[in-house]
T-cell receptor, first 111, second 116 residues
């Protein structure tokens, strides 16, 4: 079992719709959770971080965390073509020195 | 300069060359990281430095040699590389590993390395 699992996609969503990206993790001791966006040929950039159960909203983005189910998701409302990218889920224990990244989900927003 | 910078942005080298990648962070962070990202593969953590001490070394071949002279600078020295080492090499920094917002890693633009 991978430590952080994501569907590789591609996930195709029409412009203006809600894109839903999902991630599961295996380590119950994980405390910090991150979503990064990576455009082709570019470096990852932080979209959201979340540390406690529930929802966290920032503009068109909402991160959702459920530690009991070991599940974290990212919702993108009013999807735009510029949202087309690979989205990386990342997870970390408080005591650890490293973040574990998933393989990423490729999102494509069709006009 | 702001954030995390990396030089060079592109590097082509032969298998017998010696070169170095440089990373500099301007965020006042205490931890720095080297990652390798090959085509269609996930990010692979190579090295972690916290307060200038190496705290993680993920079974990286000895032809990659990191150096962290201070908390703002990180180098990756390369020698006798193989063509399969061609990849995007990313540097990142964070406040310090330990929980909460301090865990957030910020990435540099990367060095695209091609080994002939």
């Amino acid at each position: 079992q991978k430590e952080v699992e994501q569907n590789s996609g591609p996930l195709s969503v029409p412009e203006g719709a809600i894109a839903s990206l999902n991630c599961t993790y295996s380590d119950r001791g994980s405390q910090s959770f991150f979503w990064y966006r990576q455009y082709s040929g570019k470096s990852p950039e932080l979209i959201m971080s979340i540390y406690s159960n529930g929802d966290k909203e920032d503009g068109r983005f909402t991160a959702q965390l459920n530690k009991a189910s070991q599940y974290v998701s990212l919702l993108i409302r009013d999807s735009q073509p510029s949202d087309s990218a690979t989205y990386l889920c990342a997870v970390k224990r408080s005591s650890a020195s490293k973040i574990i990244f998933g393989s990423g989900t490729r999102l494509s927003i069709r006009p | 300069e702001t954030g995390v910078t990396q030089t060079p942005r592109h590097l082509v080298m032969g298998m017998t060359n010696k070169k170095s990648l440089k990373c500099e962070q301007h965020l006042g962070h205490n931890a720095m990281y080297w990652y390798k990202q090959s085509a269609k593969k996930p990010l692979e953590l190579m090295f972690v430095y916290s307060l200038e001490e190496r705290v993680e070394n993920n079974s990286v071949p000895s032809r990659f040699s990191p150096e962290c002279p201070n908390s703002s600078h990180l180098f990756l020295h390369l020698h006798t590389l193989q063509p399969e080492d061609s990849a995007l090499y990313l540097c990142a920094s964070s406040q310090a590993p330990g929980g909460g917002a301090g865990d957030t890693q910020y990435f540099g633009p990367g060095t695209r390395l091609t080994v002939l």
